[in-house]
C-alpha cells in the first residue's frame, strides 16, 4: 500500500510540473528559449566566435539578417560556425527566438 502512494504521489508530481505531459506545460518564452539554447555565444547580444557579427541592429542590417525570415534560417540551418538547432527546436521554439533577437536588438540589448 505504501508503494501505491508512493508512486501516485510521484505521478502527480511529474504531472503538475509537466515532465509527463509536456504538451500541457506552459511553452518557454523566446527569452527563455534563448537563455538556454545561445547565451554561450551570444550573451548580451555580443558574439564570442566572430567578434563583428553581433546581434545588435547595425550588425544585422550590415549582414541581411534584420528579418525574422532571415533569423529563423539561420536557427534552423546554421551557418559557418553557428550550429543547426532545426533538429533540437521546433519551429515555434525558433520563431520565438527569432523574434526575441529582434526586439532586443531595436532595443540595443
Not at 39 to 63: D, F, Q, S, W
Request: hydrophobic share 50%.
Amino acid at each position: 500500500m505504501r508503494r501505491l502512494f508512493s508512486i501516485l504521489f510521484l505521478a502527480i508530481v511529474l504531472f503538475a510540473t509537466g515532465l509527463i505531459y509536456p504538451a500541457l506545460a506552459e511553452p518557454l518564452s523566446g527569452k527563455q528559449l534563448f537563455t538556454a539554447n545561445c547565451t554561450a555565444c551570444h550573451l548580451g547580444g555580443n558574439n564570442v566566435i566572430l567578434a563583428n557579427k553581433t546581434l545588435r541592429m547595425e550588425a544585422l542590417e550590415k549582414y541581411g539578417m534584420n528579418s525574422l525570415a532571415a533569423i529563423v534560417t539561420q536557427v534552423k540551418h546554421g551557418k559557418n560556425a553557428m550550429p543547426a538547432f532545426g533538429g533540437r527546436l521546433n519551429d515555434d521554439q525558433i520563431e520565438a527566438i527569432a523574434i526575441y533577437v529582434l526586439e532586443q536588438s531595436a532595443q540595443g540589448w
